[in-house]
């Protein structure tokens, strides 16, 4: 291939160059044949661009990969949701966190910052079957850096993170923590992962690296949505702050009340999520979307508070399949991956006649001591499921979380290890569980 034709000091430049690779793979427009066994399925495939592309030796480490133009180097896989629509198909990572250094630095001049200011994504669309440099380049390059609107969330969350690690806590981190930076989980995994040392603490702590959240990075893919509404988040509004600003006018309001303010009624008799879709509308100035919310992979939950303080129920989580929970590992779990992110609980509290009301707001993620026992119950599930699939951890086995149906009707049923069949079943955190969190709000 001949020398490339671009200007390694010019972002601008590298992007047009980039461009090159759209709706093409990495074997369509480079030779590599000599190297295909070798690389089919491992490596990095932004590191194959840089190298076979790009024709450039990766930059320091500690810097971005095109230093001359101080630009990053990044590739990330998609999958299609509909013919030219496509989502993330997992977290950006950007950088690994080190321990012992951040708890040194503000987030103007640090290390990730002088890494990933400026980075050039390049979007593939994800193929298992395909060997990495057979998958095809289907977005345009975008040239990122990070937007006036969301520079105090990402500072804010890099802040926490800091934060906490200099606390002694690097081994408590958790996505839910943060709103669009995560400290995503980045090793081997299971009980024969090398723990890390970290200052301030003699407790190990698993690897953890900066990313981009699923649906932030889903937000820089997506064309802006006509039925998206801002929240408000800004330089001078936080994420909770501008919450607190939008519920403010509607607290202490029955649900009919704001249903008659935002001009937003029942679909019919029987509207499922009603509140739900009223406080999105209320966050997103009278719109189905609320921008920030989606970008920072928050998960709304509404809940109904009875006169004496309690939830009126247990707080499902998305169903497991016998047959696969008895293959997982806890961190690869749809309940690992619910109860790391971060919730915006909105309560309504009912009174003796019935009536509802809008009573507050508030952000919540899980304390790490309960995430622990999450875990155990978890991992209690997986082993009872193996020797009796009907009967699983119980309410009055753990105070956080348990294990019931979640199903249609009786015949809605999943195949059992024992060769049976048995009723859907699902996490739920407890109801008194809940009624505890919020009276902590």
Known sequence: METPKYDKTSPKSILKFASGL???????????????????????????VENYYFQHSPGPVAGPDFPEAGVELKTTGVLKKNPGNYKAKERLVLKMIDFENI???????????????????????????????????????????????????IKR??????????????????????????????????TQEKLRKQPFSSVGAKSR?????????????ESHESESGNMGVSRGLTFEEA????????????????????????????HKGFNQD?????????????????????????????????????MSFPGFKF????????????????????????????????????ARVAYWNMPYADRLEAQRVWEETKRRVLIDATQLPRQ????VAHVRPKAQNAQDTWPTPQGGEHVKQCFWLNRNYIANVICKL
């Not at 070798?38 to 590191?47: C, E, M």
């Not at 002088?114 to 980075?119: A, E, G, N």
């Not at 926490?160 to 709103?179: P, Q, Y």
């Not at 009055?396 to 105070?399: I, L, N, P, R, V």
């Open 396 to 399: 009055s086995e753990s105070h």
């Open 157 to 190: 969350d890099w802040e926490f993170i800091r934060n906490k690690i200099a606390d002694g806590l690097a081994h408590e981190l958790s996505e839910g923590d943060t709103f669009y930076l995560g400290a995503c989980r980045k090793g081997a995994g299971g």
């Open 209 to 221: 690296a900066f990313s981009f959240k699923p649906n932030y990075l889903n937000k820089l893919i």
């Open 278 to 314: 009223l406080c999105i509308r209320i966050l997103s100035n009278g719109k189905s979307v609320a921008i920030e919310l989606d970008k920072a992979g928050i998960e709304m939950k509404t809940i109904r508070v009875n006169p004496d303080g309690k939830p009126r129920e247990s």
């Open 22 to 48: 759209t709706g093409k793979s990495l074997a369509q427009v480079v030779e590599l044949d000599t190297f295909k066994e070798n690389i089919r399925n491992k490596g990095d495939l932004g590191l194959l």
């Open 323 to 358: 047959l696969d929970i008895i293959n997982e590992d806890w961190e690869d779990s749809s309940f690992f991956e619910k109860i790391e992110k971060k919730f915006l609980f909105v309560i309504f509290e009912i009174d003796e006649l019935g009536v509802e009301r809008l």
């Open 103 to 153: 708890v040194h630095e503000n987030f103007e001049s640090s290390s990730l910052m002088k890494k990933c200011k400026l980075m050039l994504i390049l979007f593939y669309l994800y193929d298992a079957e395909k060997p990495i440099y057979d998958r095809k380049f289907v977005l345009d390059p975008l040239l990122y850096s990070i937007p006036e609107d969301d520079f105090p969330t």
């Open 243 to 270: 919450t607190q600003k939008r519920f403010k006018p509607f607290l202490g309001k029955t649900v009919p009340e704001i249903s008659q303010k935002l001009g937003y009624f029942r679909k019919a008799a029987f």
